[in-house]
Every structure is written in C-alpha cells, then in structure tokens.
C-alpha cells in the first residue's frame, strides 16, 4: 500500500503560482459547493490530481490549501473544485463565506501524479472514497465515461446521511447507464435507500461483498477521505484479499 503525496502544500517549489477568476458557484450539499476558477494560463491535468490555492491578508498573512480537481481532463474551461466548509478552517470559509464569482485567486498545479489514473492504465478498477474524499474519485469516473474505452469500475463512497452525498445524482445516473461502473453507498448514520447498499462503516465484509460484483479482481484500487476512513478503508481490503502494492492512497487532514 502506498500513499499519495499529502495533500497540503505539496507543489514542487518550481510549479509557479498563477492567478484564477472565479467563474461560478454551484451548491453541492450543505456544507459543499463546487467552485470552477478559470487558470490565466490553463493546464492539463490527469484524473484524480489536485491544486494549490493561497489566499493573502491586507496585512501579507498567507494561507495555502490543496483541493482535488472534480472535473475530467477532457473538460475545457474553468477546473471543478468540491470543497467542504470547514468551521476551523482558514481557507474554506473564506470560498464559502466571502468568495464571489469574479474575484481573483492564486492558484498553482496540477499536483499528485502519484493518485492519477488514465483511463489507458486500465483496470478494473476500485475506487473507495469517504466524505469530500470522493473529489478525486469522481474525476476519474468523469474521465471514464468521457472515454470510448470503459475498464470495469466499481465506488464506494461512505458518509454520514443520503444529504451529505456530493454528485449524488449525477453518480447515480452514471451508475444508470450500465456501462460497467457500479456505484455501491455506504451511509454511517442514516438507513439504507438502496439495493446493495449499506447502513454501516466500511469492513471486511463489506469489501468481499464488493469485489464479487466486479467482473474480476481490481488491478487498481485508489483510496481517499480522512484519516480513520482511509486506514480501515485500506484495512478492509487488504484484509479482502487485495494485494497492498495495488492500493494507493490519499488522506485529508491530519
């Protein structure tokens, strides 16, 4: 098993900052919304990669954040940000509480080659994201359906209640397409509103019951969320049978 790059302030040192207009505010959930920033100089970008943003104070205070890229790499225009408010946070208020389509914000990237898939890599592959963590998750199932060639995929996504599923619909219509991405939820305190879903944490069991509904073992298994969620997530499948150097992990928080 192997883990990605932290997510904070993890650029190299030569990837320069560049300013990025707000283009549009889209609400998510409650406590998410997507941001789409508009780069002066647009980049490519791989599936499952991140940016850096920093905000500066009047008085030259600075505050830096890393937020995976929702959108696909086949997209154009303005890069899809999900990010969650944060009532501790230094930077996430400020998207939610201040920011307004228009303003200008620093940001540098892409980052996190190493939690990047390319539909050409192949797969099958599992994905497990708890929380915000399914940002990254969603960006490689984009790229897939963007693709003519479509490797089975299979996502769990754990959080706490059917409200607080970021791209809820738009992952159960892709599921509805029958394209070979299967989409299984997992919510820890709310009931279950599905078939072949769950009203738990992520366990052993869980996992085993995952695998079978894939054509065949995983080649790639990519894990994202908190701390807690991304150990047992990982736990639950090496315990399932998965071999540790396929899962390759990346973790919010501290």
């Known amino acids: 098993m192997t883990d990605a790059v932290a997510p ?3 650029a190299p040192l030569a990837l320069p900052w560049q300013p990025a207009t707000l283009a549009a505010i889209a609400k998510q959930t409650a ?3 997507s941001f789409f920033l508009a780069p002066q100089r647009p980049f490519a970008f791989e599936a499952g990669q991140h940016v850096d943003l920093r905000l500066t104070a009047p008085d030259g205070y600075q505050a830096e954040r890393s937020y995976s890229i929702a959108s696909a790499p086949e997209t154009t225009g303005p890069i899809e940000l999900a990010i969650e408010r944060l009532d501790d946070g230094e930077v996430s208020p400020y998207f939610h509480d201040v920011a307004a389509v228009g303003d200008e914000i620093e940001l540098r990237g892409p980052v996190g080659r190493h939690f990047a898939w390319n539909v050409r890599d192949g797969g099958p592959l599992l994905l497990l994201g708890g929380g915000s963590g399914v940002v990254p998750l969603v960006s490689m199932i984009r790229h897939r359906a963007a693709q003519a060639s479509r490797p089975p995929a299979l996502l769990l996504y754990s959080a706490r209640r059917w409200d607080e599923l970021v791209f809820r619909d738009e992952l159960l219509a892709l599921q509805g397409r029958r394209d070979g991405f299967d989409l299984a939820l997992a919510l820890t305190r709310d009931r279950v509103r599905r078939p072949g879903n769950y009203a738990r944490r992520v366990d052993k069991a869980m996992m085993t019951e995952l695998l079978a509904r894939l054509p065949q073992r995983p080649a790639q298994v ?3 969320g908190g701390n807690p969620f ?4 990982a736990d639950a499948a090496i315990a399932a049978g998965i071999e540790p150097r396929l899962i390759r992990t990346e973790r919010y928080g501290q």
């Open 230 to 233: 991304v150990s047992a997530a």
């Open 8 to 10: 904070a302030a993890s």
């Open 222 to 224: 990519f894990v994202c």
């Open 31 to 33: 406590r998410v919304s």
